[in-house]
């Protein structure tokens, strides 16, 4: 192929996208609501890490900084149904990016940096952030929250003494939120696991519906099973319920093969009778018919050099590019439109390209714009109310759990949810009018719009979701 026709492919393919982005089909795609289980747990727990923060923060008397500690918090969103023993480290490492994004920001702030250079270092942030999540697959809210909490930080101080409590402040709220997603390990150790397997029968007993396709997504979901169980049931007290886990994967694996190979849905339909008594709030004690437990439990993979190795490849250093130049033209576009709050345009653009792939990219895209759009007018509505702080605190208590409570179901309802909660936590810290409601859904379609075409653009050739039917 000439360079006239590797040029004309890839101008074909881009406009393909950008055909796809504004197709009635792909508008009615991203409102629809997916399927979503187990969700209510974690959601009041990082409800409750923020409720916490927020309430000591006021009754010490340190309202403004109590912000800062919510969104440090907030690191209880991040590895929902990971494995206890690795979400620990996970989460550690989320909180230290936290409080880092934090110190950066308000330094930046500090020296009096201009603002198209902030958005310059925030948009390099947000592609380092991309990196170290995509690494070491750090499901939850993204890089978007890192960038968020740097650009809060930004403009709260001016002095050091005032940065130095900022960073702490962000630090407990950290504390707070690990602790807080770690809780249930003291009575539910092997919760996630017994969470992954019944997933993985429910995905074995569907097999008989979705057919050969539903072959590899039943596979793909014991391999996960026996991830998180390997990782999990290495406890001393959780070992033999660990060998039990291990044994209705096998089981599950040999109703995989026998109706693959043989179409016989005798063990699917044995099976799916380990699904009920798994999603009991048990800590053990889950088989109610003969199973013989597995000899030993596979050894967990160590999870941290792999997530360095990953870092590190060719697919993620490209993405972490697009997103850094997404981001940085978003927000000195918004910067030369006069707006007023820039750095917003840019965390749009990096929300809608934390997609795995342009249709992803798209999709997040339609659903943060429509979500702004209606969580700014709830928005105007809370600003028009004058809320005091209490009020605010219980606002943005209802709203972190709303929007955690629909993070899988459809982003445009965690969205409508986590608009007016960031307006009302900037209000903590300074006061804010209903006009910031508008600038946010304004900067928001800047930034969607600059990721789209972006994503577009750049787009790989291998990148055919947005054809795919």
């Known amino acids: 192929m000439t360079s006239t026709e590797t040029a004309t492919s890839r101008f074909e393919h881009s406009s393909d996208a950008l055909a796809h982005s504004v197709s009635g089909s792909t508008w009615r795609a991203a409102f629809r609501i997916g399927p979503a289980d187990a969700t209510i747990a974690p959601a009041i727990r990082v409800g409750l890490a923020a409720a916490v923060v927020l309430i000591v923060g006021g009754l010490l008397g340190y309202q403004q900084l109590a912000g800062f500690a919510a969104l440090g918090a907030v690191c209880a969103a991040f590895g929902r149904y990971e494995p206890y023993p690795r979400l620990a480290g996970k989460l550690a490492m989320v909180g230290v990016a936290l ?4 110190a950066v920001g308000g330094a930046l702030g500090l020296v009096g940096v201009p603002v198209w250079m902030q958005i310059g270092a925030l948009s390099l942030l947000a592609g380092a952030a991309y990196c170290f999540m995509s690494g070491f697959e750090i499901t939850g809210p993204g890089p978007v929250i ?7 930080a930004a403009g709260f101080t001016s002095t050091a003494s005032g940065l130095m409590q900022l960073i702490l402040a962000a630090a407990l709220g950290v504390l707070v939120g690990w602790m807080a997603a770690m809780f249930p390990v003291l009575v539910l150790p092997m919760g ?3 969470l992954a397997v019944a997933r993985a029968v429910a995905a074995v007993g569907r097999l008989e519906q979705t057919g050969e396709p539903g072959v590899v997504a039943a596979q793909a979901s014991i391999a996960r099973a026996r991830s998180i169980t390997a990782s999990s049931g290495r406890i001393k007290s959780t070992v033999d319920h660990g060998r039990e886990l291990v044994a209705v994967l096998d089981e599950a694996e040999a109703a995989v093969e026998a109706w693959r190979e043989h179409g016989d849905p005798t063990l699917i339909h044995d099976i799916t009778l ?3 008594e798994l999603r009991k709030l048990k800590r ?3 088989i109610e018919h003969a199973l013989k437990p597995a000899s030993e439990i596979p050894a967990p993979e160590g999870y941290f050099v792999a997530g360095l190795t990953r870092m590190f490849l060719r697919e993620v250093r490209i993405n972490a590019v697009r997103i850094v130049l997404a981001s940085a033209f978003a927000g000195w576009l918004a910067v030369g439109a006069g707006l007023e709050h820039p750095t917003w345009a840019s965390m749009g653009a990096v929300a809608a390209m934390q997609g795995l792939n342009y249709k992803q990219t798209v999709q997040r895209g339609i659903q943060r714009l429509a979500g702004n759009v209606v969580g700014a007018v709830i928005a105007v509505v809370l600003i028009a109310m004058t809320l005091g702080y209490w009020q605010a605190v219980v606002a943005v208590v209802i709203f972190q759990v709303a929007a955690e409570l629909s993070v899988i179901k459809n982003y445009a309802l965690t969205s409508m949810a986590v608009t007016p909660m960031a307006l009302v936590l900037i209000g903590l810290n300074a006061p804010i009018t209903t006009d910031s409601a508008v600038a946010r859904v304004v900067d928001t379609l800047i930034g969607v719009v600059v990721g789209v075409v972006v994503g577009a653009l750049t ?4 990148d055919r979701h947005h054809v795919l039917r």
């Open 192 to 194: 996630p696991a017994r």
């Open 459 to 462: 787009i790989s050739r291998t």
């Open 99 to 102: 409080v880092a994004s934090v």
């Open 274 to 276: 380990h699904e009920k």
């Open 284 to 286: 053990s004690s889950m």
């Open 146 to 152: 890192l960038v968020f909490a740097a650009a809060g």
